[in-house]
């Protein structure tokens, strides 16, 4: 997927999307970007965002963060074994550069066996570059750019991971994951307060998918 | 918003970020993992995205729109189609897009 360039050209808007919202609630550029740089967290950040706006305290920010975020110990999880040759430096690099877009680039590329550390450190980077370029073009100039919602900036991030499930469908067992989960989901979000179901319903339904006979 | 509680959010995600995605890898790469959890691993990728669109699409924001005049759902299904047929990341994602703001036009 070519190093992920198409990641860096989904992420600058979305990036710039955050740094206007983030400015608006009251963040300074400098925090917008130092949120961005430091705690590359995609979809947590808007909702971190949103419960800031709301006068929530820091440890409700933080914890409902945790909790859409848990996933990244799958996403680690799921690419540990690509990484036994890795140096420990190497593995916190590309541990602390993954995301969503960045993880089901790579676990495709290892796919089609054309991953290595450095190419998986290259798609790393070039999201990170376009994530923390976004938000600090977008606090910046959030005057001239105005409401995000108007470019319809919101639907890029689903969007994105609607390629990218498709692109995860490789056989048929993948696809009857995808649509048990996405199930789950439904019931999950009426039953499970918050944003629990971002956890819940992936490990049940890879769990029913393992189980179940061929 | 004070200075202290910015930056006490930022810190905080920061350090949590970290002590979620780099111990799994740096534990898990160095055992070999059993057959068994190498396949329910392999499940992994498709079952958070599938989890992510449903509830991006359903809840966007965290409102619920009703189904059939919601334009993240159908967005999302021209979104696929795009992605299936050309397999272009990018490209899907801009038809989405594209896709999103027609559809929120028509539906209101």
């Known amino acids: 997927m070519g190093l992920g360039f198409p990641i860096l050209l989904g992420y600058l808007p979305i990036g710039m999307a955050f740094g206007v919202l983030a400015e608006s609630l009251g963040f300074t550029p400098l925090q917008a970007t130092a949120c961005s740089a430091l705690a590359l967290a995609g979809a947590g950040q808007f909702i971190a965002l949103a419960l800031m706006g709301s006068g929530a305290t820091a440890i409700a920010v933080v914890a409902a963060t945790t909790v859409v975020n848990l996933r990244y110990v799958l996403f680690g999880a799921a690419l540990s074994p690509h990484l036994d040759r890795v140096r420990p ?84 067992r993948h696809v009857l994951v995808g649509v048990i989960a996405a199930a789950l989901t439904l019931g999950f979000m009426l039953l499970l307060p918050g944003r629990w179901y971002v956890v819940a319903a992936p490990i049940l339904a890879a769990t029913l998918a393992a189980v179940l006979p061929r | 918003m004070s200075a202290t509680y910015v930056w006490t959010v930022i810190v905080a995600m920061a350090v949590i970020n970290f002590l979620v995605r780099y111990p799994p890898i740096a534990i898990l790469s160095r055992v070999a993992l059993p057959q068994w959890l190498r396949r329910w691993l392999s499940y992994i990728p498709v079952a958070v995205m599938a989890t992510l669109v449903t509830g991006e699409v359903l809840r966007p924001g965290g409102t619920w729109l009703p189904p059939l005049t919601n334009p993240y759902v159908w967005a999302a299904v021209g979104t696929g189609v795009v992605y299936w047929r050309f397999r272009s990341f990018l490209g899907a994602s801009l038809a989405g897009v594209a896709f999103f703001l027609a559809l929120r036009a028509a539906l209101g």
Do not use: K
């Open chain 1, 89 to 172: 430096v190497g593995q916190a690099l590309l541990a602390f550069s993954l995301t969503d877009e960045t993880f089901a680039v790579n676990i495709d590329d290892h796919r089609r066996g054309s991953a290595d550390a450095w190419s998986m450190a290259g798609v790393g980077a070039i999201a990170w570059a376009g994530w923390v370029g976004g938000t600090a073009v977008g606090a910046l100039a959030s005057g001239l750019i105005g409401d995000p919602a108007r470019w319809g900036v919101q639907f890029a991030m689903p969007a994105m991971f609607t390629a990218l499930l498709v692109a995860q469908a490789e056989s048929r």
